[in-house]
């Protein structure tokens, strides 16, 4: 069974470009959440969807979106980026049922460089 | 609004010494409680998920348990092996939300 797949792994941009990640997630999940990893601050939720539908949200700003394809793989986008924006964006896939949500399996992370 | 903690963030010990992981929540309203390892620059590996109505959970050389009441949770690794040397963190999962982690070495 694949695991959950996120890509690119590695990337560098510039200030005020804008990034897409992508996150798939293993067969039979519904749920994908996402999140940001920086040695500051650890690993902060930034939302989840579920069944094409943002289900939560955690504390950032606008430019950082995402959505869910009926297929269940998801994106995350950022714009206009800032050097604060480096870290390593971890994706994981759950099944979940009603607010009970089952083990997270994460991927290997996209690793995003903002010069 | 859920708060995790992990105490001590890092820890060395000598090879084959059995050792204690701590982490502490705030709400005690969870649905679950996970343990992860994570290495260096690389995603979460899922150690060990404990539900709600579970007390503790075991694989191998891991054990986990749960106390709801207190809102601790421990991880036990027994033997350690310098293999285990990563950061360990656990969740609260309905929450989403996640402990800074222990930074774990084991030296030969």
């Known amino acids: 069974k694949a695991g959950v797949t996120q890509t690119p792994r590695y990337l560098i941009k510039t200030r005020g470009q804008q990034v897409t990640l992508s996150c798939s997630p293993i067969s039979g999940h519904r749920s994908v959440s996402w999140y940001q990893q920086t040695p500051g601050q650890g690993l902060q939720f930034l939302f989840e969807?579920?069944?094409?539908?943002?289900?939560n949200k955690g504390n950032f700003p606008g430019r950082f979106s995402g959505r869910q394809f009926s297929n269940s793989r998801s994106e995350m986008n950022v714009s206009t980026l800032e050097l604060g924006d480096s870290a390593l964006y971890l994706c994981?896939?759950?099944?979940?049922?009603?607010?009970?949500?089952?083990?997270?399996?994460f991927g290997e992370g996209s690793r995003l460089t903002v010069l | 609004k859920q708060e995790v903690t992990q105490i001590p963030a890092a820890l060395s010990v000598p090879e084959g010494e059995n050792l204690v992981l701590n982490c502490s929540f705030t709400d005690s309203a969870i649905y679950n409680l996970q343990w992860f390892r994570q290495d260096p620059g690389k995603g979460l590996t899922s150690l060990l998920l404990?539900?709600?109505?579970?007390r503790e959970q075991t694989s191998g050389r891991l054990n986990a348990s749960l106390d709801k009441s207190s809102g601790r949770s421990t991880l036990y690794i027994a033997a350690s092996q310098p293999g285990d040397s990563a950061t360990y963190l656990c969740?609260?999962?309905?929450?989403?939300?996640f402990g800074a982690g222990t930074r774990l070495t084991v030296k030969p």
């Open positions: 969807y579920f069944s094409e539908t943002q289900r």
């Open positions: 404990i539900q709600s109505s579970q």
């Open positions: 969740a609260v999962n309905n929450d989403m939300r």
């Open positions: 994981a896939s759950s099944w979940l049922a009603g607010a009970y949500t089952g083990e997270l399996f």
